[in-house]
């Protein structure tokens, strides 16, 4: 009995050891608060017909969190193996008690210098970001080809460093001649889209500056009982695409930094707003996804500390092309400045300008070429003076006009907002 006891008090030793050694590291994101319209009701948010971002300062309408977990479960030397979790949430803000699902965003494994040829490279494999990239100041992903998958990432050439990558998912594909929503899943399929992934990072290009390059095929995978090909003979479907990135990053650019970056993508890996990623069809797409796209996008950060003056800024045109002319085009400009009083207290003026224009095709289907122009004013308290200083909390209001109605007044064309705001990562 004595053995017995002490064998469990060792077991119990060893496993509360095994814990402590794990460290789990608690990080996340997180963002709610309360606002109200002008012309009476919930906060109205402002995003223009047909662009896939919108700038996001007193324009955040939801309660949105990511809550994650990285343990480092194993190490060894310079190997270490660790397992890393996100889970998402969003709820409209609009009462106490809200249940929503959590979204699996990530859940995988991650291998450092497991493989002893290639020190400094990291295997992987699950479900995850992959080394996504985007714009803060309008909360765009350019670069997100995220999902299951696994890879190998950070292999040293010298010269750059080198990630390989399978990443797959499921598309919903709208297969129907009807030009209308579709009814009780009529004509709805699931397609399996697979992603290959290359990447090359860290090419220097001069003192400080960097290029990186990013080239995804992807391809739908037909299940038995499926022909992507067949389910619309008469039109033209492809099933497959590529995405080719190239983003030059310049740091140490006046106190901040600059990302200017170049997009080309075609057919089934083509759409406004594209970053990298099968694109899927809607019940507007019967004709064809014959298209290309181009996209140029250059963002960044500027900072004067002696006149506790800083400012984000972006500049993105991007063009989708189709076939069928059921395509458009996007141009977005805006700028950040932030005043800081104190090292935590500031003042944010946002001001964006969107202009969305479609092509003939889908002006007949009834799309609207369309201009909205944004601005708002904040008042902010903040850990730290940087712009992306976090936890802040901000006082704020907007104001938003549009060549189309956007208040819930029908005979309006812009509307003015206010409310508080939280936001925090760590």
């Given at each position: 009995?004595?053995?017995?006891t002490?064998?469990?008090?060792?077991?119990?030793v060893t496993?509360?050891?095994?814990?402590?050694?794990?460290?789990?590291e608690?990080?996340?994101y997180m963002?709610?608060?309360?606002?109200a319209t002008?012309s009476g009701g919930?906060?109205?948010?402002f995003?223009?017909?047909g662009s896939?971002?919108?700038?996001?300062l007193?324009n955040?309408?939801?309660?949105?969190?990511e809550?994650?977990?990285?343990?480092?479960?194993?190490e060894e030397g310079n190997q270490k193996?660790s397992v890393?979790?996100?889970?998402?949430y969003?709820?409209?803000?609009?009462?106490d008690?809200?249940a929503?699902?959590?979204?699996?965003?990530e859940m995988?494994?991650a291998?450092?210098n497991?493989i002893e040829?290639?020190?400094?490279?990291?295997i992987?494999?699950?479900?995850?970001y992959?080394?996504?990239?985007d714009?803060?100041?309008?909360?765009?992903?350019y670069?997100?080809?995220a999902?299951?998958?696994g890879?190998?990432?950070?292999i040293?050439?010298?010269?750059?460093?080198?990630?390989?990558?399978w990443?797959r998912?499921t598309?919903?594909?709208y297969?129907?001649?009807?030009?209308?929503p579709?009814?009780?899943?009529?004509?709805l399929e699931?397609?399996?889209?697979n992603?290959i992934?290359l990447?090359?990072d860290?090419i220097?290009?001069n003192r400080?500056?960097?290029?990186?390059?990013?080239?995804?095929y992807g391809?739908y995978?037909d299940q038995q009982?499926q022909?992507?090909?067949?389910q619309q003979?008469?039109?033209?479907?492809?099933?497959s695409?590529l995405?080719?990135?190239a983003?030059?990053t310049?740091?140490?650019?006046f106190?901040?930094?600059n990302?200017?970056?170049i997009?080309?993508a075609?057919?089934?890996?083509?759409?406004?707003?594209?970053f990298?990623?099968l694109?899927?069809?809607?019940?507007k797409e019967t004709?064809?996804?014959?298209?290309?796209?181009?996209?140029?996008?250059?963002?960044?950060?500027?900072s004067f500390?002696?006149?506790?003056l800083?400012?984000?800024?972006?500049?993105n045109?991007?063009n989708?092309?189709k076939d069928d002319?059921?395509g458009?085009?996007?141009?977005?400009?805006g700028?950040?400045?932030?005043?800081?009083?104190?090292n935590?207290?500031?003042?944010i003026l946002?001001?964006?300008?969107?202009?969305?224009e479609?092509?003939?095709?889908?002006?007949?289907?009834?799309?609207?070429?369309?201009k909205?122009?944004?601005?708002?004013l904040?008042?902010?308290?903040?850990?730290?003076p940087?712009?992306f200083?976090?936890?802040a909390l901000?006082?704020?209001a907007?104001?938003?006009?549009?060549?189309q109605?956007?208040?819930r007044?029908t005979?309006?064309?812009?509307e003015?907002?206010?409310?508080l705001?939280?936001e925090?990562?760590?």
């Amino acid at each position: 009995m004595k053995l017995k006891t002490l064998s469990l008090a060792l077991a119990a030793v060893t496993i509360s050891s095994q814990t402590f050694a794990i460290n789990p590291e608690f990080h996340g994101y997180m963002r709610s608060g309360i606002g109200a319209t002008g012309s009476g009701g919930d906060q109205m948010c402002f995003q223009a017909d047909g662009s896939p971002y919108k700038h996001r300062l007193g324009n955040e309408c939801e309660t949105y969190a990511e809550i994650g977990l990285k343990a480092n479960a194993w190490e060894e030397g310079n190997q270490k193996m660790s397992v890393n979790t996100l889970f998402a949430y969003s709820v409209a803000q609009e009462k106490d008690w809200e249940a929503e699902a959590p979204a699996t965003r990530e859940m995988y494994v991650a291998g450092e210098n497991m493989i002893e040829s290639l020190a400094g490279a990291n295997i992987w494999a699950g479900k995850r970001y992959y080394q996504r990239r985007d714009v803060h100041q309008i909360d765009y992903y350019y670069l997100a080809n995220a999902g299951a998958g696994g890879g190998i990432e950070n292999i040293n050439l010298g010269f750059a460093k080198l990630s390989a990558a399978w990443i797959r998912n499921t598309e919903e594909a709208y297969f129907t001649n009807k030009q209308q929503p579709i009814v009780n899943d009529e004509g709805l399929e699931n397609y399996s889209g697979n992603n290959i992934d290359l990447r090359l990072d860290g090419i220097q290009t001069n003192r400080d500056g960097y290029l990186g390059i990013a080239t995804i095929y992807g391809a739908y995978s037909d299940q038995q009982g499926q022909d992507f090909a067949g389910q619309q003979p008469n039109h033209n479907f492809e099933n497959s695409g590529l995405f080719i990135l190239a983003e030059h990053t310049q740091e140490n650019f006046f106190g901040g930094f600059n990302q200017l970056s170049i997009t080309y993508a075609t057919d089934a890996m083509a759409k406004i707003g594209a970053f990298g990623q099968l694109s899927g069809f809607n019940y507007k797409e019967t004709s064809s996804n014959q298209a290309s796209y181009y996209r140029i996008l250059n963002h960044g950060m500027l900072s004067f500390s002696e006149q506790n003056l800083a400012l984000t800024y972006v500049v993105n045109y991007e063009n989708y092309d189709k076939d069928d002319q059921q395509g458009s085009s996007l141009f977005t400009v805006g700028v950040r400045p932030q005043y800081n009083w104190n090292n935590h207290l500031s003042t944010i003026l946002d001001v964006g300008y969107d202009v969305v224009e479609f092509q003939d095709v889908a002006k007949a289907n009834g799309e609207q070429d369309n201009k909205l122009a944004k601005v708002t004013l904040a008042q902010q308290w903040q850990a730290g003076p940087s712009v992306f200083a976090r936890p802040a909390l901000r006082a704020f209001a907007t104001y938003a006009k549009s060549d189309q109605r956007i208040s819930r007044d029908t005979s309006s064309k812009d509307e003015l907002t206010f409310g508080l705001q939280a936001e925090a990562w760590w």
